[in-house]
């Protein structure tokens, strides 16, 4: 009964870290009714999401202990060296994801507190859109890899189109906060992964 409790609060907070994330990107939308202190009230719900992100990896972890009959192994991996080698995956994708963060927070606060004046266009962000994305999706991998457990990978696979929710409703804003200057930004640059150089023949 438990295991199907912490299931079910699992799919529940990876829905409220969803909804109030896609209300904390709208501050340009949202400005239009309530002025800009639109800006701090979505940076209050960005605040909130996080917390439903946070529950929702104390659910996994728990789920980790007290895991549910689902009628699939256990393990991604079996045995001890099962075990090593997921845990290594999990490392590395843990350390990958946090390099991604780690560049992230040099150029864009914005990825983390609203903010109505914010480039968004320089270091990481020339070559992707949406890097914060990919290191969210990644953590959740990671954490499954560290857990070895098979249930939280197809959980981590959920998030990715969670995630890609999320950056339609933050592109549909950025368009209204930048403008033209979001929509040649977009041409040029991949929204996940970096675009091929396009070279101009001399002939």
Not at 75 to 90: A, E, F, K, T
Not at 129 to 150: C, E
Request: overall charge positive; hydrophobic content about 55%.
């Amino acid at each position: 009964m438990l295991s199907v409790i912490i299931v079910i609060a699992i799919f529940i907070t990876m829905l409220w870290y969803t909804v109030f994330y896609i209300l904390s990107v709208g501050p340009a939308q949202l400005e239009k009714k309530i002025g800009e202190r639109s800006y701090k009230v979505c940076a209050i719900l960005r605040k909130i999401s996080f917390v439903g992100m946070a529950l929702s990896m104390i659910g996994e972890i728990l789920y980790f202990f007290f895991p549910m009959n689902i009628g699939i192994k256990e393990r991604i991996m079996d045995g001890v060296l099962g075990w090593v080698i997921s845990i290594l995956i999990g490392l590395l994708l843990c350390l990958f994801a946090t390099l991604i963060i780690v560049k992230v927070s040099k150029i864009a606060k914005d990825s983390f507190v609203p903010q109505k004046s914010n480039e968004m266009f320089g270091g990481i962000y020339n070559k992707i859109r949406h890097p914060q994305a990919i290191a969210d999706v990644t953590y959740w991998f990671a954490l499954a890899f560290l857990l070895n457990s098979l249930f939280l990978l197809l959980i981590a696979i959920l998030w990715i189109p969670l995630n890609l929710i999320i950056v339609v409703f933050e592109e549909r804003d950025l368009k209204i906060r930048y403008g033209s200057a979001y929509l040649d930004y977009m041409s040029r640059t991949g929204r996940f992964f970096p675009r091929r150089a396009k070279y101009v023949s001399s002939k």
